[in-house]
Each structure stands twice: as structure tokens, then as C-alpha cells.
């Protein structure tokens, strides 16, 4: 009866540790939990999203703040890179999907090929600049 005792609360208190050390993480580094990817693959290394995040600034000629909203706390001056509140953030999607589907319909873009290179990248059309419309 006595091991029993101490038993349940050892587990009690095993039990309150998780739940309190789940609750505390995210503030702890900052980081959410989640990455917020809706058309990138979601199983992206580490380094191919560093890639492809500085191949999208210089293709535009920003910083990753063109598309990236600032924290909501206000104490920390990094970005969010997972929230959509910038309009930017889901004009990049819309574009990625369709420079996707120009290579893959005009240009027969295999991406399980790697020695072929995609034929239109974001560059192609921007040049350094977020307004292509604008190149001269
Ligand atoms: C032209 C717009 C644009 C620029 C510039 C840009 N990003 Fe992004 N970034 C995106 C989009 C869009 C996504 C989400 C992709 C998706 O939905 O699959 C993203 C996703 C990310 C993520 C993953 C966030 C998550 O959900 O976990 C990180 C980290 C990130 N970007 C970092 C950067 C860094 C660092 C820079 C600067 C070097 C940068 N980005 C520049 C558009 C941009
Ligand atoms: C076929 C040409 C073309 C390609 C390829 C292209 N874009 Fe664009 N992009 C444009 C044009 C044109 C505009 C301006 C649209 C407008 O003014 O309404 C634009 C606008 C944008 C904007 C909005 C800029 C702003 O000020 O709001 C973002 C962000 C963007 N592109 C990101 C990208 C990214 C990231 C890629 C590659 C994944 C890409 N684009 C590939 C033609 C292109």
C-alpha cells in the first residue's frame, strides 16, 4: 500500500514535469512548434529552406523581412517566419506555384531529375527586384 502510495506520486509529479516543461518550451526558444509550410515540401531540410529563402531575396533584391512580419512580441526584434500576416509571404507561394507550373508544362521540368535545371526561376522574371513590371 505504501509502495503504492509513493509510486502514484511519483507519477503524479513525472506527470506535471511533462505537462509543465510542453508548456514552457515554445517561450523558451522562440520557436513555434509548427512550421507553417503550404507549399515548399513539408519534409524540407534544414539547409535546402536556408537555400531557397536566400535564393528568393536576391532573385527580388529584399531582405527577409520584405516577406516576413516582425514578431508579436515586441521585446524580441526577429522575425516571425512562420506567421502569414504579410501579404508578400502568400504572393511568394502563388509564385513558386506558378513558376512550378511553367516549367513543368513548357519546359517538361523533371524534379526527379537533378542534373536538369529548372528553366524559369524567380530571377528570370524579377532581376533584383520585387516589381518585374518595373525592370527596365
Ligand atoms: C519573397 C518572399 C520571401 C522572402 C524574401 C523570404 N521568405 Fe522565408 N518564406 C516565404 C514563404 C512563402 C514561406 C512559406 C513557404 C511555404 O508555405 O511552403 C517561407 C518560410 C520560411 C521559413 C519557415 C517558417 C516556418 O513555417 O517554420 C523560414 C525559417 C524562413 N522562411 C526564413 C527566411 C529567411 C531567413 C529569409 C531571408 C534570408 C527569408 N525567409 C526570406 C517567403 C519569403
Ligand atoms: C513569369 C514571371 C515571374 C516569375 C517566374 C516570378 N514572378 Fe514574382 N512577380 C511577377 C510580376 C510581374 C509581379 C508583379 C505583379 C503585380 O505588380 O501585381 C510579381 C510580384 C511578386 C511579389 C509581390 C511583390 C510586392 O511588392 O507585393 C512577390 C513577393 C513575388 N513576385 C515573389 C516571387 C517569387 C518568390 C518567385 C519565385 C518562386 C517569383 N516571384 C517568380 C513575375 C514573376
Known amino acids: 500500500m ?3 502510495k509513493k509510486f502514484a506520486v511519483i507519477g503524479t509529479l513525472f506527470a506535471l514535469t511533462v505537462i509543465g516543461m510542453s508548456a514552457i518550451r515554445p517561450a523558451e526558444d522562440g520557436k513555434p512548434p509548427k512550421r507553417n509550410l503550404k507549399v ?3 519534409d ?3 539547409d ?3 537555400s531557397t ?3 528568393w531575396k536576391s532573385a527580388l533584391g529584399v531582405k527577409c523581412g520584405f516577406c516576413h512580419a516582425p514578431s508579436a512580441d515586441s521585446t524580441s526584434h526577429h522575425l516571425d517566419f512562420a506567421s502569414d500576416a504579410k501579404p508578400e509571404k502568400n504572393m511568394a507561394r502563388h509564385m513558386y506555384t506558378m513558376t512550378a507550373k511553367i516549367n513543368k508544362k513548357y519546359f517538361s521540368f523533371d ?6 535545371v529548372a528553366a524559369v526561376s524567380c530571377k528570370t522574371c524579377h532581376r533584383g527586384s520585387p516589381h518585374p513590371d518595373e525592370v527596365k
Open 2 to 4: 505504501l509502495h503504492y
Open 40 to 42: 515548399l515540401p513539408k
Open 44 to 46: 524540407i531540410s534544414h
Open 48 to 50: 535546402a529552406l536556408d
Open 53 to 55: 529563402m536566400d535564393a
Open 111 to 116: 524534379k526527379d531529375d537533378k542534373s536538369m
